[in-house]
């Protein structure tokens, strides 16, 4: 129950086109579910994140959609470019202070020129 | 704003060891919380302190253990090191409403 479900496991988008990655929860105790990006020898850099009181969240690119009937939430990167070729995380954790992040296995995204 | 930083970049140690690690949170934040991610599995939650105190660790032995200190930076110990401790371990910092923010990581290689 202390899952997160996350897919694709891997994703080839064209320049210009719409990456979607999709992550699935069980836990109904789960209100903020953040996602992170990740390059190479790099740390995870939080990327965007949304709570189940709205069901869209959008910055520049980055959207996040949640349906909280379904327990799923997604990120849609609008006009891919080479440079958000990355690992993408997603994440659920509870407000119930527990300060543990529970993350998704995680989706390579190459974005081809 | 300086991010989260944390020292060595790399440290490689054999079988048996002792590796600590460390971590300066971003200016301001008080939670230090420390992950794993190792070839596969992800990034696993080990620790977080708070104010000087483990809130709460994960499904992790014993052997992995650390301390916040006053200024609120940290460090991470994981004694009788093993293989399958080889991993790249982070350390993000955050100031309430469950927002983390990442250092680079140490790449820990036991052989």
């Known amino acids: 129950q202390q899952q997160v479900k996350q897919s694709p496991q891997s994703l080839i988008v064209q320049k210009g086109g719409i990456s979607i990655i999709n992550c699935a929860y069980e836990n109904t105790a789960f209100d903020y579910f953040p996602w992170y990006q990740q390059f190479p020898g790099k740390g995870p850099a939080l990327l965007i994140a949304?709570?189940?009181?709205?069901s869209e969240k959008k910055e520049g690119r980055f959207t996040i959609s949640f349906n909280k009937s379904a327990k799923q939430f997604s990120l849609h990167i609008m006009d891919s470019q080479p440079g958000d070729s990355a690992t993408y995380f997603c994440a659920a954790t509870t407000s119930s202070n527990t300060g543990k992040l529970i993350f998704g296995q995680g989706t390579t995204l190459q974005v081809k020129p | 704003e300086a991010g989260v930083t944390q020292s060595p970049t790399h440290l490689i140690k054999t079988r048996g060891q002792q590796a600590t690690l460390r971590c300066s949170p971003i200016?301001?934040?008080?939670?230090v919380y420390w992950y794993q991610q190792a070839l596969g599995l992800g990034l696993q939650f080990l620790l977080w302190y708070d104010e000087g105190e483990e809130r709460n660790r994960g499904n992790f032995p014993p052997r992995f253990s650390g301390r916040q200190f006053p200024n609120y930076s940290s460090e991470l110990n994981v004694n009788a090191l093993e293989l399958e401790d080889s991993a790249l371990y982070l350390c993000a910092s955050g100031q309430g409403y469950n927002e983390q923010f990442f250092g680079p990581g140490t790449r820990l290689t036991v052989l």
């Open positions: 200016s301001g934040h008080t939670s």
């Open positions: 949304i709570r189940p009181d709205v």
